[in-house]
């Protein structure tokens, strides 16, 4: 099993910057890929960012530019620095491990003047 903690969430005005971490702690071993998904109220989930074990990173087409996601592969633990924060990116973001496929327990960000 593995275990998802996110910290890093919080309530910010437009144009502002949040860092998210997410750590992996368990039977890390098994643990490829790791990114964000985010859900807003009323809305599907979207996923956000990705970033596999050797590096390649994948960004949602409305996040690109903005947001950057990073990791290390050792530790298991995954970065996702936000900048030009704007009231849309207001969701829960949850941290997410394959394989198989683990779910964080997700951290609120809030983006409201």
């Known amino acids: 099993q593995v275990q998802l903690v996110e910290s890093g969430g919080g309530l910010v005005q437009p144009g502002g910057s949040l860092r998210l971490s997410c750590a992996a702690s368990?039977?890390?071993?098994?643990?490829?890929?790791m990114g964000w998904y985010r859900q807003a109220p009323g809305k599907q989930r979207e996923m956000v960012a990705w970033?596999?074990?050797?590096?390649?990173?994948t960004y949602a087409a409305s996040v690109k530019g903005r947001f950057t996601i990073s990791g290390d592969n050792v530790k298991k633990t995954v970065y996702l620095q936000m900048n030009s924060l704007i009231p849309e990116d207001t969701a829960v973001y949850l941290c997410?491990?394959?394989?198989?496929?683990?779910w964080g327990q997700g951290t609120q960000v809030t983006v409201n003047s």
């Open positions: 997410y491990a394959t394989p198989p496929l683990y």
């Open positions: 368990g039977s890390i071993f098994s643990i490829s890929n």
């Open positions: 970033i596999t074990s050797d590096g390649r990173t």
